[in-house]
């Protein structure tokens, strides 16, 4: 079972962070900046595997993939093959490229909450739920068009757009 | 770049990334939850969208780490929403924020369950996702059966029906006892027919929870597992979006293989063969190619491919293939192939035939340690750690301390622990082990655990031979500049201990070692003082009459730490100081400690905790289980009764128990209230206080009792004649002593050997008899293998051969002391004079430490075991078998209460015996007929003719006939067969009575032979 998805910063900031076993926000945050300790301290060009039993307990493996300012990071038990885990960030990685046309990370901190959406269509309470990222865009190309007919935000005020930019 | 399409949103982010610090982001926050609040408050101003937004913003303060603590009544509430975008975000940001026991779940169960039975599959699809992410028990209860009604409903889209598997999943996971799979190994066959490749993916996943909680029930879903395995390694068929890097779906590979690993074994040939050719196709065809994700795809199948042909038990050439690969691996430029590569060794290691092969990698494994990735570098010392054994021992663990000397400190410790539990458990000789453990404690004392030295000292206190090595060498590392303490206690405690046996040597006088420990009495900490100062009183003790110079010196010191502001070493100063006065008390006193009793080690129990692993239950993860208990050193002590766990620690006692003549011989008798004292402050000590520091608050106190026996000997001064207290005392302690629990079943063991040649006769924790035999004719060798478990000597070993009246046994001479974790073989040699059913015993007695053990085990020497098979054709058997006509030459007898047998497990159990079984030659298929011939000195060869008529109706019972030309011979051969197929005849443990006595035996009236032997009353126990 997949047991955490995170993406964050190379700072140490997290865009994005699924728990499927509940853990309370304090405890998140912990993990969280814990897991950042063992991401930082890795060279480049080393495997993608880590450690992180002392974080998340006994059991729990991690596979991460560096892209430019992020890092993906997803933690599961020894019922998942470690090497289809990394496929499966590809996979993710490749969707949001898809998405938003050549991805960067103000994309993903911007639309946080389409990030929720297209990981519930790759992994599902833990499990790996589709791994072709055609059938996850279509998917999410749904949920877009659902959301757009039914409500529209309006367009952004020049100041504000002013701002995104920095 | 795309925007989330809410303004507030938006702004409300980028604020949140223009902060400078952490302080103005938790004001901004701070402002934007008051915000949110007041608009909450007011519910009725709050358009749809306003909601949407500030939930979503909720959600975003969450994942930055602060505490929501309000809304969730309004988040939960928008999953009642009629519209999808309100809906939406209400489904996803409850998942995201409440856990299963919520109570607002409950609030909602309504919405959510008309969702998944509604008609529309957007809401279907959040609604799954909402419990299958948080899958609560009340969710489970009243949604399970909607679930799987979607997930085999042929109208949904498959967008909803993956989903609704993986929802079934997870509830199923969590609330096992809530799902109802009743009936569900029919229906699993008939979804893994599924076409769509998402739906088919999530099936596969529910399939691997389903049987891995019970894999009979759907053994009927292996071919299919297969099928699909087929295919999908064929590309045959395979929808272009589901080919991933040039690979057909590596996920759906990954996790067929991984339920196939649930089945314990496919007996099926057809299946196991189309199944290994898949394997081979995979293992062979899987090359490392320049594009990383096509790599990591394909050798995630790869990976896996090899999970399976391990857990498969395949044929050794399969294995050593893997081997091949892996050896590959683990030398490529892919880090993530080579991290995997010796992952996947270490699992390996469990497969028992390749081990050789593996080790053949040592030299690259050895490179991996210096691998830039740390997590290379564990994953080598694993596998060095896992493959290391007798052989190749000293050469890993040499690499290990040359390697701690550069490793991170993040690794240290476990590193410094790993090579002292294998240069304990693999230790080709025990001053090797000494020199190991020094050294670690030199390179890298902090990380060397108190355990680690407490248990050198164990090792040497118990092993005389040991002694003066170990002394020497705490003496000369006493010398070097810059000595870590832990160093200095454990060369102090050594030196202190057994300076005296290095007196000869320059350097070593009592003066010269007093002075080289005294130099670091100034430098050492609150925790080591103790014992330097127990050390400079048995400095003391051992050069009576004393040199006055050394002990003034001595005084002084004891005098200068009298007002110490520490208790436990003022206590010490004080007590040393009033002892030494004393003369010869301080001799007896403070004597060289007594052994310690032989337990577990503390250190190789952690190795064992840290290996057990609940993860997974597959037989790969068993048979390590099954492997670690075998650790040669373990002994099964019973718990000890002082209930300190890590009891190794309290029992370091550095001074031996007071006899009680100290009291009564010594002239002064004010010793004996100041002993009183220090015994109460003995039993008020907590028990945890007996951890911080070995010497403890237990100046005067011995090892606790299960070190101590009943044999008496064990205390030198015991003498005396013992008061009425000791007296009970002793009592106590001889109840104790019986406590040596034989390990496994006696009699099982004994029945065992009856039908095999080799394997375990008796084993308890110190000792280990096995046997190994070899029978011709009426003549029979076993050899007997009597192993000690231990790290201390068995003495007083005796053996003795009760013979019954029909055999000769002649037992070679067994040494009187068996070595530490020595093997000796003695063989027996056997006689058969003629037939009896009669057994002889072994009378075997040893001391460990105090404690006398002596056992009384049946010997293996049956009258099956003169018997040799004899296949007969019909001509040659009818004639014999009319021949012998009736009582006594042939007895019949019906036989009931029999075990159950079908007809070939009769013939396995007729071959086992030495009989040999010849189908056909009795017309009836229900019948059985068995020849062999019996040798004995009076009759040479005999031959033995049996016919076993079954009831097809009723397995319990059956017609024997059994005919020979000796009637004693058909007499007890047909007693024999018997006992064997009415099962398990339960003697009661090992008698006490086991010296033959004549008695006479009850006869069966069909027998005209009267056994007289006078060993006769043994048969009772076949």
């Known amino acids: ?166 | 770049m795309a925007l989330s399409g809410m303004r507030g949103l938006s702004v409300f982010i980028s604020d949140i990334r223009n902060c400078q610090n952490k302080e103005q982001e938790r004001l901004r926050v701070d402002k934007e939850l008051g915000n949110i609040r007041t608009r909450f408050k007011n519910e009725k101003g709050l358009s749809p969208y306003e909601k949407k937004k500030y939930v979503w913003k909720m959600l975003y303060i969450y994942m930055l780490g602060y505490d929501v603590d309000f809304g969730h009544t309004e988040t939960v509430s928008l999953i009642s929403a009629p519209k999808y975008p309100e809906k939406q975000v209400g489904y996803i940001v409850t998942s995201c924020i409440l856990n299963e026991n919520h109570d607002f779940l409950r609030m909602v169960i309504n919405t959510v369950r008309n969702d998944i039975i509604g008609r529309n599959e957007t809401f279907q699809c959040l609604a799954l996702t909402m419990v299958g992410n948080i899958g609560g028990r009340e969710f489970a209860e009243s949604l399970a059966p909607d679930v799987q009604k979607l997930l085999i409903s042929s109208s949904c889209r498959p967008l909803v029906r993956k989903k609704a598997a993986l929802c079934l999943l997870r509830l199923y996971r969590k609330n096992p006892d809530v799902v109802n799979i009743e009936g569900w190994s029919d229906r699993m066959t008939q979804l893994l027919d599924e076409r769509d490749f998402g739906v088919l993916t999530s099936v596969m996943s529910l399939f691997v929870a389903l049987v891995s909680n019970n894999t009979d029930a759907y053994w009927n879903c292996l071919p299919k597992c297969v099928k699909i395995l087929e295919r999908l390694t064929r590309n045959q068929d395979i929808p272009q979006e589901y080919t991933y890097y040039g690979i057909p779906s590596p996920w759906l590979q990954v996790k067929t293989m991984r339920a196939l690993q649930y089945f314990p074994a496919i007996e099926d040939p057809n299946i196991r063969r189309s199944l290994f050719e898949v394997l081979q196709r995979i293992l062979m065809g899987t090359d490392v190619v320049k594009n990383v994700n096509k790599n990591n795809a394909s050798h995630a199948v790869l990976f896996e491919a090899l999970a399976l042909v391990m857990h498969l038990d395949a044929e050794k050439e399969m294995m050593s293939q893997c081997v091949a690969l892996l050896g590959k691996f683990i030398a490529v430029r892919e880090p993530n192939i080579r991290y995997l590569g010796l992952e996947n060794m270490s699992r390996m290691l469990l497969v028992i035939d390749v081990q050789d092969i593996i080790k053949r990698h040592q030299a690259q494994i050895v490179t991996s340690l210096k691998d830039p990735d740390i997590s290379i570098r564990r994953r080598a010392l694993d596998l060095l750690y896992g493959m290391c054994d007798v052989s190749n021992a000293k050469d890993i663990v040499e690499e290990l301390l040359q390697y701690l000397s550069t490793a991170e400190f993040a690794m240290r410790e476990e590193l410094a622990l790993k090579a002292a539990i294998l240069a304990e458990k693999f230790a080709p000789d025990l001053s090797w082990y000494v020199d190991v453990i020094l050294q670690l404690i030199d390179k890298a004392g902090d990380f060397v655990s108190d355990d680690i030295w407490y248990r050198v000292v164990q090792f040497v206190t118990n092993n005389e031979d040991l002694q003066p090595y170990a002394a020497a060498k705490a003496r000369e590392y006493l010398d070097k500049p810059a000595l870590h303490e832990t160093m200095v206690k454990v060369s102090a405690y050594l030196l202190g201990e057994y300076s005296h046996l290095l007196i000869r040597r320059p350097g070593c006088s009592p003066k010269e070692i007093f002075a080289i420990i005294n130099e670091k009495l100034a430098t050492v900490s609150t925790a080591t003082i103790p014992i330097l100062l127990s050390t400079f009183a048995k400095i003391l003790m051992h050069s009576q009459p004393a040199d006055p110079e050394l002990q003034d010196q001595i005084w002084l010191i004891f005098r200068k730490y009298e007002s110490y502001i520490d208790v436990e070493i003022q206590q010490r100063a004080v007590e040393y100081f009033a002892l030494s006065k004393k003369g010869a008390a301080l001799m007896d006193i403070l004597a060289e400690m007594p052994k310690f009793p032989e337990r577990q080690s503390s250190l190789l129990k952690k190795a064992e905790d840290t290996e057990i692993d609940t993860a997974e239950q597959s037989a790969i993860k068993i048979r390590a289980q099954q492997q670690t208990s075998n650790a040669l050193v373990v002994t099964d002590q019973p718990p000890p009764t002082n209930g300190t766990a890590p009891t190794g620690v309290g029992q370091l006692a550095l001074v031996k128990i007071p006899n009680q003549n100290v009291d009564s011989a010594s002239p002064d008798h004010s010793i004996t209230p100041e002993n009183g004292v220090i015994s109460k402050s003995v039993s008020e000590a907590p028990a945890s206080d007996l951890l911080v520091d070995l010497l403890g608050p237990l100046a005067i106190e011995g090892p606790p009792a299960p070190a101590v026996s009943g044999e008496q000997t064990s205390f030198p001064g015991l003498n005396a004649t013992p008061s009425p207290v000791d007296a009970l005392a002793l009592a106590i302690l001889s109840d104790q002593s019986t406590g040596v629990q034989p390990i496994g079943n006696i009699d099982e063991r004994f029945h065992a050997l009856c039908l095999k040649d080799s394997g375990v006769l008796y084993e308890d924790p110190y000792i280990q008899i096995g046997v190994k035999a070899e029978w011709r004719g009426h003549h029979g060798r076993l050899v007997l293998f009597l192993g000690n478990k231990n790290t201390a000597s068995l003495s007083s070993v005796k053996a003795l051969i009760l013979p019954p009246a029909h055999l000769k046994m002649e037992l070679s001479l067994v040494p009187d002391t068996i070595p530490p974790r020595a093997q000796v073989q003695c063989p027996l040699v056997v006689m058969n004079l003629h037939a009896s059913r009669d057994v002889g015993a072994l009378d075997l007695s040893y001391k460990f430490e105090a404690t006398l053990v002596n056992v009384k085990l049946r010997l293996p020497a049956v009258l099956n075991k003169f018997l040799q098979p004899i296949q007969m054709t019909a001509e040659e058997f009818f004639p014999q078998w009319k021949a012998l006509a009736g009582p006594p030459l042939k007895l019949q007898e019906v036989v009931r209460g029999v075990k159950p047998m079908l007809l070939p497990e009769m013939a396995d159990l007729f071959a086992s015996l030495r009989f040999a079984v010849t189908p056909g030659l009795d017309v009836n298929p229900n019948n059985l007929v068995a020849t062999t011939s019996f040798y004995s000195e009076t009759t040479h060869a005999v031959l033995c003719l049996v016919r076993v008529e079954t009831d097809p109706t009723d397995r319990t019972q059956l017609r024997l006939t059994v005919a020979s030309g000796d009637p004693t011979l058909t007499f007890e051969l047909k007693e024999l067969i018997k006992d064997h197929m009415v099962g398990l005849p339960m003697a009661p443990p090992v008698p006490a009575p086991l010296l033959p006595q004549p008695q006479p035996q009850p006869q069966p009236p069909s027998v005209a032979v009267a056994s007289d032997d006078p060993g006769a009353i043994l048969a009772g126990l076949l």
Do not use: W
């Not at chain 1, 309370?24 to 300790?37: A, M, S, T, V």
């Not at chain 1, 470690?82 to 499966?88: S, T």
């Open chain 1, 1 to 166: 079972m997949i047991r955490a998805v995170i993406v964050m910063s190379t700072e140490g900031k997290s865009r994005l962070a699924r728990f499927y076993d509940y853990q309370p926000p304090e405890k998140q945050q912990e993990l969280i900046r814990r897991l950042y300790g063992v991401l930082s301290s890795r060279p480049e060009g080393v495997s993608n595997f880590a450690q992180v039993e002392a974080i998340f307990g006994p059991d729990t493996r991690m596979v991460y993939k560096h892209y430019a300012t992020l890092y993906f990071v997803f933690v599961f038990d020894s019922s998942e093959n470690e090497l289809a885990m990394l496929d499966l960030i590809q996979v993710f990685v490749e969707t949001l490229d898809k998405c938003f046309k050549n991805v960067c990370e103000l994309d993903i901190v911007f639309n946080f909450n389409k990030m929720h959406s297209i990981l519930d269509e790759i992994v599902f309470g833990g499990q790996v739920l589709e791994t072709s990222s055609d059938e996850v865009l279509k998917a999410v190309e749904e949920i877009t068009r659902l959301e757009k007919s039914a409500s529209s935000g309006g367009p952004l005020p020049k100041s504000v757009v002013g701002r995104l930019s920095r």
